[in-house]
């Protein structure tokens, strides 16, 4: 099935933006792991609306209520079922689009593939509000990993052109996640909140890039060619909406570099073998080399814009225009850093009990 992803550790979403939930079920959980409720909600409201002064103003809380798979604060080993109920809808603001189809969503491709049985309802399972659970399960992962050495934290990279200082390429500091805008350069961040909402005032939208370092991932895991890390990675953060494009390490700027200058060189230091640099973000032949794992991915701006737009009238069979109604983010890249986080560390836990 589409919604279903892992080898081991296994994640299947369900429900629909308008519906009357939203959930997971998370199977391949080791047994007997504490987990932290009140750390996963945290965790959880980086993506809920509101932190932003400009973000939707669709008000859900992103309470995740946990069904099964968790006994005495512990995992049981059996699936793992949190749902999350939709509080807040607002189905007809989208009334007018079983006619008229979305520039930029999938409301043309989800009509072809599901011959119109799909709900079309703020996007329906194809919304962007299915991350909410996707985070819960990446929220669980993320405290098994930490609890194995292991830290998964992102930032906004860039936003309208707009860069973050660029990090070292080894670790981020934990409070970063703790901020309105998840930068490095709060004057960085000013300027990106500026363009965010000149965007808005202009009834328009930005896009950006989150990068995401993994740090204390062990050497030695993932398989070479069709199921390496690269593409077990990738095949998660593609399933993000709105995601266009992933990169490790140095990403397409290989390209320009000389293979002197690009060859991460090993050296022997007192905690064993090391490279002295990180441009394969840590990632040679399919399988992780000690190093920070490094991952982008390239965010397209929301498609969801007020401004008028060419669309076709599938009623009339003519061409049409449309100005949509709603509640939307004109950026959706600082609320989609937890979101990556979430996917990374949901894919390199299952590289983990795979083994």
């Given at each position: 099935m589409s919604s279903m992803w892992g080898n081991k550790v296994k994640v299947s979403l369900f429900g629909e933006s308008?519906?009357?939930?939203?959930?997971?079920?998370?199977?391949?959980?080791?047994?007997?792991?504490?987990?932290?409720?009140?750390?996963?909600?945290e965790h959880m409201r980086r993506r809920a609306p509101g932190r932003q002064a400009w973000s939707t103003k669709r008000d859900e809380k992103d309470i995740a209520s946990v069904l099964s798979g968790l006994y005495q604060g512990k995992t049981t080993g059996t699936p793992l079922c949190a749902e999350i109920q939709n509080t807040d809808t607002r189905s007809l603001d989208y009334a007018e689009l079983a006619e008229k189809p979305r520039p930029g969503h999938a409301d043309l491709t989800g009509l072809a593939r599901y011959n119109g049985a799909n709900d079309p309802r703020g996007g329906g399972h194809f919304s962007a509000r299915i991350m909410a659970p996707l985070t819960f399960a990446g929220a669980v992962c993320l405290q098994i990993l930490e609890a194995r050495g292991i830290e998964v934290?992102?930032?906004?990279?860039?936003?309208?052109?707009?860069?973050d200082t660029l990090c070292d390429g080894m670790s981020l500091p934990e409070s970063v996640a703790e901020k309105e805008m998840p930068v490095l350069s709060d004057e960085q961040g000013v300027l990106m909140a500026a363009a965010i909402e000149a965007a808005r005032m202009d009834m328009d939208s930005v896009g950006g890039i989150v990068e995401c370092i993994a740090a204390g991932f062990p050497a030695g895991l993932g398989r070479p060619i069709f199921d390496n890390i690269e593409s077990r990675i990738a095949s998660i953060l593609f399933g993000l909406p709105a995601v266009k494009g992933v990169e490790f390490g140095r990403g397409f700027a290989v390209a320009l570099a000389k293979g002197s200058e690009n060859n991460d060189h090993p050296q022997i230091s007192e905690?064993?073998?090391?490279?002295?640099?990180?441009h394969g973000g840590g990632i040679e032949g399919g399988i992780s080399n000690g190093m920070p794992i490094v991952v982008r991915c390239a965010f397209k701006p929301t498609s969801s814009i007020a401004k008028e737009q060419d669309t076709i009238n599938l009623t009339t069979?003519?061409?049409d225009k449309l100005s949509l109604k709603g509640r939307h983010d004109p950026c959706v890249v600082p609320r989609a850093v937890p979101i990556v986080e979430s996917a990374i560390a949901i894919a390199l836990l299952?590289?983990?009990e795979e083994g």
């Open positions: 308008h519906g009357k939930g939203i959930g997971v079920v998370i199977d391949g959980l080791p047994a007997g792991i504490p987990l932290d409720l009140e750390k996963i909600q934290r992102g930032h906004i990279f860039e936003i309208a052109g707009i860069q905690k064993g073998i090391r490279l002295t640099t990180n069979m003519q061409n299952d590289l983990m």
